[in-house]
């Protein structure tokens, strides 16, 4: 999947960040120099790899307007769209972008998940690993007026009635289908007869919902907020280990005697082969951001969790990241052999 030289250039980029002294959320004095030294020239193009209304988008359009608003870079990042098979389409148009200091787009768990069952040729190393920013958790919704109030009763139902369809904003063998199906088999529902049906994110998979296409979405709790203040669903689980602040009416699986959590990490990446100091300078902006007031209001709104990476611990992760999700996959037969 990775090319040679493209392997030489991210093990160097590692190499300089080594030396530079990049760790925790803060750069040493060499880091910083490289940070000052090297600025955007440009318009960043900041890349959602998917359409309106899902996780990529909105922490694409959120950290936009908080970098604008706090004035932690002297260029607009550009808030662009780019849907087509859970992430595939965008990421080879990034792809082809090497080099180039001005592209950013928001990752999470596809970045691994979509590659492994073989739906693009471009993964985790292809790309310039810029700092993880947030976890958030699943959220599993009905419309209001659905006949389910746990999620103990949604699977219920779909054991009686397998063809009952739960949307995601992700493709098949992605983060919203790996999800309800971890939940689904901790429910005793046979993971790979789950009746998955894949959005070009989570903004289509909620209007489906609402039409009454499918019968429930799985999607990340922090884009589920506005659809929840506005009594247009009904929240039957989280994936997280504990009830979320931002939401604490809702229910985790485990509280439902479903032993099931799932995280849902969220972070920027770069063109393959971006420079060193570009990717010093990105670091350090995003670590900053994550200090301001505005962060902090906007991250509470939404129900985010703070969990910053650098650069290097963030590929490191990455690369953990692939390990476990390739063992899931192959549970349920989607990984590409």
Known sequence: MMQHDKGLARRDALKWMGVAGLAGASMGPLGMAWAQAWQPRQAVEYIAPANPGGGW??????TARVIQEEKLAPVNFAPINIPGGGGAVAWAQIAAKRGNPHVLFAA???IILVPLSGASRFGHKDFTPIARLITDYSILLVR???PYKSAKELFE???ARPNLSVGGGSAP???DHISI???ASAAGVAANRLNYIAFSGGGEAMTNLLGRHVEAVITGAGEAQAQLKGGQVRALAISGPKRMSSIPDVPTYQEQGIDFTFDIWRGIMGAPGMPPEAVAYY??????????PAWAQARDQLGWIDAFQTSAEFGAFLDEQHKQ???VLSDLGLVRR
């Open 108 to 110: 999470s768990p596809p």
């Open 57 to 62: 988008d909105t922490l694409i359009r959120t």
């Open 173 to 175: 063998g992605s983060m």
């Open 157 to 159: 139902a779909i054991k």
């Open 144 to 146: 209001t007026d659905a």
């Open 181 to 183: 199906a971890g939940a």
């Open 283 to 292: 670091q350090d902006m995003y670590a900053r951001m994550l200090k301001t």
């Open 325 to 327: 999700f390739s063992t």
